[in-house]
């Protein structure tokens, strides 16, 4: 079984940062895919930014040039650093993590975190 628990949301201006973590435990393939997702409210959830084992990045247009992804392979970590946050940005950040096995697809969930940006 594999868990994902995320820290780091909370009440930010716009303008300022927040740092978001999530953590994986359990039996993790070492070649994965880890990402982070976001859905505000009444909207479908999105793909934020995403990272291979390997560091190959990918982030949604609305997010370049603000947010960086990163991990630690040895720590089954990944993070997320948002800058300049926007009102827009406001959602709850859900980490994901996935990966090709025997017999199909693994992917897990995070329980969420919300992300608050207002003044």
């Known amino acids: 079984q594999v868990q994902l628990v995320e820290s780091g949301g909370g009440l930010v201006q716009p303008g300022g940062s927040l740092r978001l973590s999530c953590a994986a435990s359990g039996t993790i393939y070492s070649t994965n895919s880890m990402a982070w997702y976001r859905q505000a409210p009444g909207k479908e959830r999105e793909l934020v930014a995403s990272?291979?084992?390997?560091?190959?990045?990918n982030y949604v247009a609305s997010v370049k040039g603000r947010f960086t992804i990163s991990r630690d392979n040895a720590k089954n970590t990944v993070d997320l650093q948002m800058n300049s946050l926007k009102p827009e940005d406001t959602a709850v950040y859900y980490c994901h993590v996935k990966w090709l096995q025997i017999g199909g697809r693994a992917a897990y969930w995070g329980q969420g975190t919300q992300v608050t940006v207002s003044s």
């Open positions: 990272i291979t084992t390997n560091g190959l990045t």
